[in-house]
């Protein structure tokens, strides 16, 4: 095997495909520096034109471990790249000569190729596209495997060899050859032989253990025969003894038959004459019922009466409660008292605010006086000291130069002092000025937010009389519409008993005759949607011919009910119209209408049409006749429709009794019909029956249409107050919009605002007012400040220049026992002033106190009460008296449903009493006919007990039979020889004997205990598994040996392929350095590309030439 062909396109430097075809012999390539020889093979062996080819081709097509796992980078580097060209893939295709089938193909000649993009590789193997795997198997086959990896050998390898120690050599020539996978591989074999021996253990340990069990089966398999013989010994004696019990028990059967017969005849009497007592019960159950029914009924009415007289009793006293709560607050009204209250509390805060008043001036006066008291005194105080001082000065001073001195510094201080007090006055005057300007302007201000708010109060006054004479109107609407709603209320109760009654007839309606209230309904709902089609249509002119049905046309006493319905029948509730045309059109309405998935509306629709009808005349009046008369003469119909009611009842006469009624038929030859229903035709056919006039078809019809006027009229007048409900609501509405309206404008009002801003500014002058106090009164102190210190000044003055004084002169002693007796008369009046102040100030304390947090607050509450009872001499007033108006109505028709409901009560109660005795003696009737039923009864449970008896006695026979038949075939047939003759010898026994044999029996297959009944399977089952497991060891035992052979001759393989391999490396070895070292000469090879040489390694596309 070898390579002959090489195909490469866009790999590394090869952009265009190139085919390097290869021939036996080429060995060696040699070249100088950088002529490719790293990653090109060329030869001239012999000399001619050779392709290029990459040794990394080779081995990326060979599956080096080189170009095994390439990254995205690995393998951009491996696609062909120059400038302005870039391959998006490669491939490399090797086609080898396979004629020694080294490759596992059969075929001459093995193409493997292997294609790079830059993300997968693509195999393919003779043209076909494989997996990577089985290219490798292939290679593998051929010796490339991944194990040796030595199928190509690099540079340096050789010398390697060459210079490696024997051990090492053989180690790398082992490897070579492949010892070592076949190392691995047995290495792998090793497990699934020693699982295999595992296996033949434990099927040697099974087939042990089902040899035991086989001999335990077979013993059990003998015990089992035994048991057998038993067992069908005693089902033949079963079977004998069942099949002649089967025998007697037929003969009795047969005897308990005929005795059934007669009691079943003797029970018909009986039960004939049972009915005929039941017949009497039930007559008198029925008078007991009707009685009791009508009993209920009365004393339902007479419950619902007495709870209706407790309701309006009740009513009345909440009633009279509620009058006379109106009247008394009507007659007891407390607006004078609270405006007499009003105008204590408001003389009383006059009063107070008067004494809060003198009590301030006073208060302001006293501090005044104060103060003036505490200057005086200061300056007197001031004198004195400053005269004591001036006999002091001697000790003071050592010279008269050295007061004048002092002196002087300290008229130099005071004149500086008064300097500043002059300044201090002065501004303190311009501040005085600036606050009385801006008190002139908050006077300004404040008069005009007073005009502003008086504006504001006089709209807001405007606003709260519109407000008032809104509520007014608001409040009368209320009641009417309170007046409105109890009335709605009234009529809607009266209205909902009319719909209850409605209900309650048409469903009694619906159960005498449902049909027909279909059909009647059926057709209003047609004409509906005929009428819906509009003017000028025909379905709306077919409808308009529609009258309505028959028993609409005419009305009846309540007694004559039962004869219209005798007469008249289904006909009552045929349709009548105008012409058959309309009677057509609307059928066809009918036929289209769906119902059911179809179409055709259920029922039977008749007609009558009016123009295609024959007026026949009537029967006329009968004289002399009390109990005859034409049934025409008590029917009330519409003149128009009079030829329609002729045509059922025109021909009829209406009878006392049925015995009237025959000779009447027979005297005027006409049919005839009594008050009760039963109808006697002139041919001689009779009909009668039973029929209540409670359930009359005719007379419920009359009923529920009377009370359907009552209730579309009771609607009517509901939907009326209603209406007037919502026009009340409306109104209402409308008044609470406009005073939500005046509402949201009071609540806008500036008056809160403006009141606000007088609290402010107020304020603000209160505190320019204090400001103002406290600086006059820095003023005041200031200006006796003053006049001390010019005081001293002039006194420092006089004393100036003159000799120390040793003692005050005459005036000085004079004044100063003045100033003394001021000083003391000061300290007195300035203590009783101070007392006046405290006094004074606790009692304007007690003034405001009382004004503010009492009197103002009392005021304000009674104002809202006046307002309160203000809104109710606006309307609450009128409200009271129209309601009193009203509850006096009510009330006077309350007395009167009283006196009603207690007269119709009286009446119930009779008939409860009357009924309560007819009720009694059904019930006494009832009691004997049942007493009567009851013997008879007793006398029919005897006879039907000995029948039942003589049943059950039958069934238990008839049950057993069953059970032996059952029994014979559970014991199955008997085919076999032995159990045949068995059951002939058993058939001469007699019952004794065959129960003894039997008991004897039944002893024995008790001493069969825990026979295994499955024995003889098992033992089958066992023996078949047995030769199963037999099969299977020999099976795993030739597997076995035939493993252990194969790897005995692999292992010889191996040795004998190895001593080979060597010999044959040597002999190449030897081959190799004669075709390498040739004597006597020297080859070698120049690449050139278009005639010159190429000494770079750079790309390049061209052809190589060999020279």
């Not at 490897?175 to 497990?191: I, Q, Y």
């Not at 809060?356 to 105080?381: G, K, P, Q």
């Not at 060891?1033 to 035939?1042: G, I």
Request: aromatic share 6%.
């Amino acid at each position: 095997m070898h390579m002959t062909k090489i195909i490469i396109e866009g790999f590394k430097t090869y952009r265009n495909k190139t085919v390097l075809c290869l021939e036996p012999g080429l060995n060696v390539i040699i070249g100088r520096n950088g002529a490719g020889k790293t990653n090109l093979m060329c030869g001239k062996y012999p000399p001619k034109v050779i392709p290029v080819v990459f040794l990394a081709a080779i081995q990326f097509v060979l599956l080096s471990n080189e170009f095994q796992h390439l990254s995205k980078r690995d393998r951009e580097h491996l696609l062909h790249c120059s400038s302005g060209f870039r391959s998006t893939s490669a491939y490399v295709e090797i086609i080898f000569n396979n004629e020694d089938r080294r490759l596992p193909e059969d075929k001459n000649e093995v193409r493997i190729r292997r294609e790079i993009t830059s993300s997968k590789d693509v195999y393919q193997l003779n043209g076909c596209k494989v997996l990577k795997h089985h290219v490798e198997h292939v290679l593998q086959c051929a010796g490339f495997s991944k194990i040796n990896p030595y199928y190509i050998i690099k540079q340096g390898q050789i010398s390697n060899l060459a210079m490696l120690s024997n051990e090492k050599r053989l180690e790398l020539l082992v490897d070579t050859t492949g010892a070592n996978l076949w190392k691995e591989l047995r290495s792998k074999d090793e497990p699934l032989l020693k699982d295999v021996e595992s296996k033949i253990t434990e099927l040697e340990k099974l087939i042990k253990k089902t040899e035991d069990n086989l001999t335990r089966f077979e013993k059990d398999k003998v015990q089992y025969q035994k048991w057998l013989e038993v067992v069908t010994k005693k089902k033949a004696l079963e079977a004998t003894v069942a099949k002649k019990d089967r025998e007697q028990l037929k003969e009795r059967i047969k005897t308990a038959m005929r005795l059934l017969n007669d009691a079943k005849a003797e029970d018909q009497s009986a039960s004939a004459e049972m009915a005929h007592r039941n017949n009497e019960v039930a007559e008198a159950e029925r008078r007991f019922k009707l009685y009791q029914s009508e009993l209920r009924a009365a004393q339902g009415r007479l419950k619902y009466l007495a709870d209706i007289a407790q309701d309006l009793a009740l009513e009345h006293s909440k009633l009279e409660f509620e009058l006379a709560d109106k009247r008394e607050r009507s007659v007891n009204n407390n607006m004078e008292k609270l405006n007499e209250e009003l105008l204590r509390i408001e003389s009383e805060i006059a009063e107070k605010t008067r004494e809060r008043l003198v009590v301030c001036n006073d208060y302001d006066s006293t501090v005044r006086e104060e103060f003036e008291i505490n200057a005086r005194l200061m300056l007197d105080e001031q004198r004195r000291q400053q005269l004591f001082a001036k006999l002091g000065r001697e000790a003071l001073f050592s010279s008269i130069e050295e007061r004048n001195d002092w002196i002087k510094e300290e008229q130099r201080k005071l004149n500086g002092l008064i300097l500043q007090e002059e300044e201090e006055m002065q501004n303190i005057n311009e501040e005085i000025e600036a606050d009385e300007l801006k008190m002139k302007n908050l006077e300004t201000v404040i008069a005009g937010i007073d005009e502003e708010k008086l504006l504001a109060l006089e709209s807001f006054k405007m606003l709260n009389q519109r407000k008032k004479e809104l509520q007014l109107e608001q409040r009368q609407l209320q009641m009417s519409r309170n007046e409105l709603w109890r009335k709605e209320c009234d009529v809607r109760h009266g209205w909902k008993q009319s719909y209850d009654k409605l209900a309650a007839l048409e469903k009694k309606l619906r159960g005498a005759m449902n049909w027909q209230t279909q059909i009647f309904e059926s057709i209003e709902m047609v004409l509906d949607k005929m009428k819906k089609e509009g003017h000028g249509t025909l379905a709306f002119e077919m409808a308009s011919q529609y009258r309505g049905l028959l028993i609409d046309q005419f009305t009846c006493a309540d007694e004559v009910c039962c004869a219209i319905d005798a007469v008249a029948g289904n006909r009552l509730f045929y349709s009548i119209v105008d012409t058959d045309k309309a009677g057509s059109e609307i059928l066809k309405w009918i036929n289209r209408e769906p119902y059911n998935d179809g179409f055709g509306l259920p029922g039977s629709f008749n007609f009558y049409a009016r123009n295609r009808l024959q007026r026949t005349p009537s029967i006329g009046p009968i004289r002399g006749e009390d109990a005859v008369m034409p049934l025409m003469t008590q029917v009330n119909c519409i003149p128009e429709m009079t030829p329609v009611v002729e045509q059922i009842f025109g021909r009829v006469l209406l009878c006392r009794n049925f015995d009237d009624a025959l000779d009447a038929a027979k005297t005027y030859d006409r049919d005839c019909v009594t008050f009760e229903g039963d109808a006697v035709r002139r041919n001689g056919v009779l009909k009668g029956g039973y029929r209540n006039i409670a359930k009359s078809g005719s007379k419920i019809y009359f009923e529920f249409k009377k009370a359907k006027q009552v209730e579309q009229t009771e609607l009517a007048y509901l939907k009326e107050v209603e209406s007037q409900i919502r026009v009340a609501d409306h109104k209402c509405n409308e008044n609470a919009s406009e005073l939500q309206k005046i509402e949201t404008k009071l609540s806008q009002t500036k008056i809160g605002l403006l009141e606000e801003d007088l609290k402010k500014h107020g304020g603000e002058l209160s505190i320019s007012r204090q400001a103002l106090e406290r600086k006059l009164a820095i003023t005041r102190k200031l200006m006796m400040s003053l006049e001390a210190n010019r005081a001293n000044l002039q006194m420092l003055e006089d004393e100036f220049q003159k000799d120390f004084e040793t003692e005050l002169g005459s005036e000085e002693r004079v004044e100063v026992d003045q100033l003394n007796e001021r000083i003391q008369s000061a300290k007195i009046k300035l203590t009783n002033v101070n007392a006046t102040r405290l006094k004074l100030e606790g009692l304007k304390n007690a003034l405001e106190s009382r004004l503010n947090d009492h009197l103002l607050r009392t005021k304000r509450v009674l104002d809202e009460k006046v307002q309160e009872e203000g809104d109710y001499d606006l309307y609450g007033a009128v409200v009271d008296q129209k309601a009193i108006g009203y509850l006096e109505e009510h009330l006077q028709n309350l007395e009167c449903n009283i006196k009603a409901n207690s007269a119709e009560m009286l009446v119930i109660e009779e008939k409860v009493a009357d009924l309560s005795k007819n009720v009694d003696k059904s019930k006494n009737e009832v009691d004997s006919a049942k007493s009567r039923r009851l013997e008879q009864q007793v006398e029919v449970d005897k006879r039907r007990d000995a029948k039942n008896k003589i049943l059950q006695s039958i069934e238990r026979k008839e049950a057993a039979l069953r059970d032996i038949s059952a029994k014979l075939i559970k014991l199955g047939s008997f085919t076999k020889e032995d159990e045949k003759q068995m059951i002939d010898i058993y058939a001469e026994w007699n019952m004794k004997e065959l129960e003894r044999e039997l008991t004897l029996v039944e002893g024995q297959l008790k001493s069969f205990k825990g026979v295994d009944r499955s024995a003889e399977l098992n033992c089958a089952d066992a023996a078949k598994k047995l030769t199963e497991m037999k099969k299977e060891m020999l099976r795993f035992k030739n597997d076995h040996s035939r493993c252990e052979e194969l790897i005995r001759n692999v292992e010889f393989s191996k040795n004998k392929a190895i001593e080979c391999a060597l010999e044959l490396v040597s002999k190449r070895f030897r081959q190799m350095f004669q075709t390498l070292v040739p004597f006597p000469g020297i080859g070698y090879i120049k690449w050139t590309y278009d005639g010159e040489e190429n000494e770079s390694d750079s790309e390049n596309e061209g052809e190589p030439q060999a020279s």
